[in-house]
């Protein structure tokens, strides 16, 4: 899994760098510990550093699914996050990169509903 570190050694880190410092100057103390696991992921590819990847995503998408959870306007994100833990536990084969790939997604666009609801709140005043 984690292949994306093969098929795009440079850039790969590059795009995770630049999403993690997006995280981190949401100027949230609470995605603090998300952005930082995420640099992780980027800096140690999973073939050379298989276990502090491993940790860094798992510590990533475990903390972004509890800092959706607490959300009281997008909490559904959080709970339909959380659904796919099960799902992940019930899947065999290739479990796991679909796991990553719907949680990214639910994670990216839990971000841009936020973004836009801060954009009407801004553009209101």
């Not at 997006?22 to 590819?45: D, K």
């Not at 972004?64 to 536990?89: E, H, N, P, Q, V």
């Amino acid at each position: 899994y984690s292949s994306y570190h093969g098929n795009a050694p440079e850039w790969f880190p590059l795009a995770t760098i630049i999403v993690s410092l997006g995280l981190w100057l949401h100027r949230s103390r609470e995605w603090e510990l998300p952005a930082m696991a995420l640099i992780t992921v980027s800096c140690f590819n999973c073939y050379d550093w298989p276990m502090v990847h491993n940790i860094a995503a798992m510590i990533f998408f475990m903390s972004s699914t509890y800092m959706m959870i607490r959300d009281k306007r997008y909490g559904a994100w959080g709970k339909i996050s959380l659904a796919w833990y099960a799902m992940l536990l019930l899947m065999k084969d290739g479990g796991l990169f679909w796991f990553e790939a719907i949680q990214i997604i639910l994670i990216a666009t839990y971000h841009m509903r936020r973004v836009i609801h801060l954009m009407k709140l801004h553009n209101a005043k």
